[in-house]
C-alpha cells in the first residue's frame, strides 16, 4: 500500500493548517492510501531548538519519513516564511532525507502578500534535503478556511477544489514514481 506522510509545521494547535493537513490525508485515505500526520509541535522542544540529531524522539519521525512515498508538509506562514519549529524539524533530518519523494507543500497566511514564501523560503530547503519532485504549493487566506464550532473545517469552494485537484495530481505521482523504481528495480 502507497504510504503517505504528512508533516505539520503549525505551533498551535487546533489550527487551520493542521486542519487543512487533516482533510487533505482523510481525502487520500479514501483514495485507498496510507497516510500519518506528525505535528512537530509534539516533539521535544529542547531537541529541536539544541539541534540534537540523535534524539530518541526523532527515531519515529525519520523512519517514517523514510518509508514514505509521498510527503505533504503544511505551515502557517509568518512573517513571510515558514514556521520556525518546522525550520527546525527539518534541520534536524538526514542531508538527502527528501531524495525521491514527492512533496506536496500546503500553506495558510493572513494575508495573499505571502503567497510567495513557499517558492522562496521552503522550497530551497526542500531541495536541499534531496527533493526533486515538488508540487504546486496550495496557499489559503485564513479567510478562506473556517473553523467550525465542532472543530471541523470548512473551506472556500475555490481553496477546496485547488486542493483536491493538486491531490489527485499528488497520487498521480506518487503512483508514477513507485512504478519507475519498481520498473528500475527490474532493469537492474
Not at 508533516?7 to 487533505?24: C, F, N, Q
Not at 500526520?37 to 521535544?44: A, C, E, G, K, Y
Not at 540534537?52 to 526523532?58: T, V
Not at 478556511?145 to 485547488?162: M, V, W
Amino acid at each position: 500500500m502507497t504510504y503517505i506522510l504528512a508533516i505539520a509545521g503549525s505551533p498551535s494547535h487546533p489550527s487551520r493548517t493542521y486542519g487543512i493537513l487533516e482533510y487533505a490525508t482523510q481525502i487520500l485515505s479514501q483514495q485507498g492510501l496510507e497516510t500519518d500526520i506528525i505535528s512537530v509541535r509534539d516533539l521535544p522542544a529542547e531537541d529541536l531548538v539544541y539541534g540534537r540529531y540523535n534524539s530518541p524522539a526523532l527515531e519515529k519521525p525519520k523512519a517514517l519519513l523514510e518509508q514514505a512515498s509521498g510527503i505533504i508538509i503544511a505551515t502557517p506562514i509568518y512573517k513571510a516564511a515558514y514556521t520556525g519549529l518546522l525550520k527546525s524539524f527539518l534541520d534536524l533530518l538526514p542531508q538527502k532525507a527528501l531524495t525521491g519523494k514527492v512533496l506536496l507543500p500546503l500553506a495558510t497566511g493572513g494575508t495573499i502578500a505571502h503567497l510567495l514564501s513557499i517558492e522562496y523560503a521552503l522550497k530551497p530547503v526542500l531541495g536541499e534535503l534531496g527533493a526533486r519532485h515538488i508540487l504546486s504549493t496550495v496557499y489559503a487566506v485564513d479567510k478562506q478556511i473556517q473553523i467550525q464550532a465542532d472543530g471541523s473545517l470548512q473551506l472556500d469552494e475555490e481553496i477546496d477544489q485547488r486542493l483536491k485537484e493538486v491531490l489527485t495530481e499528488f497520487i498521480q505521482a506518487v503512483n508514477k514514481s513507485q512504478s519507475d523504481v519498481k520498473e528500475l528495480a527490474y532493469t537492474n
